[in-house]
């Protein structure tokens, strides 16, 4: 299994600019999740998934979307690139509720000028 | 939603064991605590979780105190891999939700 991967590893984008950041899982979890660490910060949840179809807010989900139209990927897109966004960004999932042991991907790291 | 208190960072010589405590005083019955690391620049690593009872595993021990407001993560001999910021987490209920707060930065030093 490869677990989670994400792409890209690294991007640079200007302000106003928009991308997807991509986020894939072949262990047939049900839970995935987005969150954010900035520097010398812990994470914050951005979204979450229960499964396919199903998405809902996390801490800071402002300029963010999502969509989960599959078990086994959760994009993350934004829209309208701002230099608060700037961060890098973590995927990970889960088997089950109640079962809090995410699998993290390796990240990818955003810079927005 | 119980929170955490870890102290901010600590040394560890290696091959000795490293045991980094974590306070979470307002844990309620039914939730659990778990651990998790990250090593530089990468995705945060599960270690281990718990309820009540003690757990081991390849990577840890947890030890939980009676009252279950503290907890104390066992590196039973620490290497220089296992330098990294642990994160002590009590998930509050809900859809698995992970809150990570500024978690111990562990030195193990030669």
């Known amino acids: 299994n490869a677990g989670v991967t994400q792409t890209p590893k690294f991007r640079i984008l200007k302000i106003g600019q928009s991308m997807t950041l991509q986020c894939t899982q072949d262990?047939?979890?049900?839970?995935m999740y987005w969150y954010r660490q900035d520097p010398g910060m812990g994470l914050k949840l951005i979204y979450y998934s229960v499964g396919a179809g199903i998405t809902d807010k996390g801490e800071v989900p402002n300029g963010y979307n999502v969509s989960r139209s599959t078990t086994e990927d959760f994009p993350l897109r934004l829209e309208l690139a701002a230099p608060s966004q700037t961060s890098v960004y973590f995927c990970a999932s889960s088997y089950k509720r109640g079962e809090e042991t995410q699998y993290f991907g390796p990240g990818t790291r955003l810079l927005v000028l | 939603d119980a929170k955490t208190t870890q102290p901010p960072s600590m040394d560890c010589a290696e091959g000795r064991a490293a045991n980094l405590p974590c306070n979470h005083s307002?844990?309620?019955?039914?939730?659990?605590v778990y651990w998790y690391r990250q090593i530089h620049s990468q995705g945060p690593q599960y270690i281990i979780h718990g309820l009540k009872n003690n757990e081991t595993n390849e990577m840890a021990s947890l030890i939980i105190t009676e009252d279950r407001k503290s907890s104390t993560l066992i590196l039973p001999h620490a290497t220089l891999r296992d330098t990294a910021v642990y994160y002590c987490?009590?998930?509050?209920?809900?859809?698995?939700?992970?809150?990570f707060g500024a978690g111990t930065r562990l030195a193990v030093h030669p």
């Open positions: 262990m047939n979890h049900n839970y």
């Open positions: 307002t844990i309620s019955g039914n939730e659990y």
């Open positions: 987490i009590v998930p509050p209920g809900g859809y698995n939700k992970l809150i």
